[in-house]
């Protein structure tokens, strides 16, 4: 209930509006009650932050895992649909990084929760490659070659936070640059 609270108040209010009042008064308790569940605004931020990751990024299903590699990493790379968030996610992160220096647990649990997750999951895909023989990773760990990954896909994010109307692209445009990249990443680690 809580955390749908402040789901619902970071889709709809500025970060600085999301405070321990507005998320008491919109999951209809006290903010004393609120204190009991969280210790903090950063500790309840970064919660919601975490769901919002699993909610947008989720490792794949036993029987996904079955498929092929470029199928599998098109599965992970493919954002779940938020409806909520949809026009808002650089506008949150540009609220977190501004917070970062005096909130660095919501910084932290937002990179870990979202972006960090999907090169988890990733990373474990690569290696299960490695282990299955679709790939070849030489002089590099799945873990950094999950990253390289994940940055083709979702592009540069900073260019997109100083330069908002380039980042308003289709999600056509963005299946296009994630299949683009995938292919690219894949051609140089296949078996020679």
Known sequence: ????????LLASCR?????MS????????????????????EALLGASFARIGR????????????GPLSVRLQTLLT?????????????LLRAVVTEAPVYPGIARQLDSGGR????????D??????ARDEIVLEEIDADLAAELLVDMVLGDTLHRLLIPEDACTSIEARNLRRDRAISLFLDGLRPR
């Open 1 to 8: 209930m809580v955390l749908d609270a402040a789901a619902a």
């Open 22 to 41: 507005a998320i008491a008064r919109e999951a209809g308790m006290s903010k004393r009650t609120l204190y009991t569940i969280f210790s903090s605004r």
């Open 55 to 66: 909610t947008l990024f989720r490792p794949l299903t036993d029987e996904e895992r079955r």
């Open 116 to 123: 960090g997750a999907l090169i988890r999951y990733v990373s």
């Open 79 to 91: 954002l779940d649909h938020a409806p909520c968030f949809e026009k808002m996610p650089l506008e």
């Open 125 to 130: 895909e690569l290696s299960l490659a490695v």
């Open 15 to 19: 970060l600085e509006e999301v405070s």
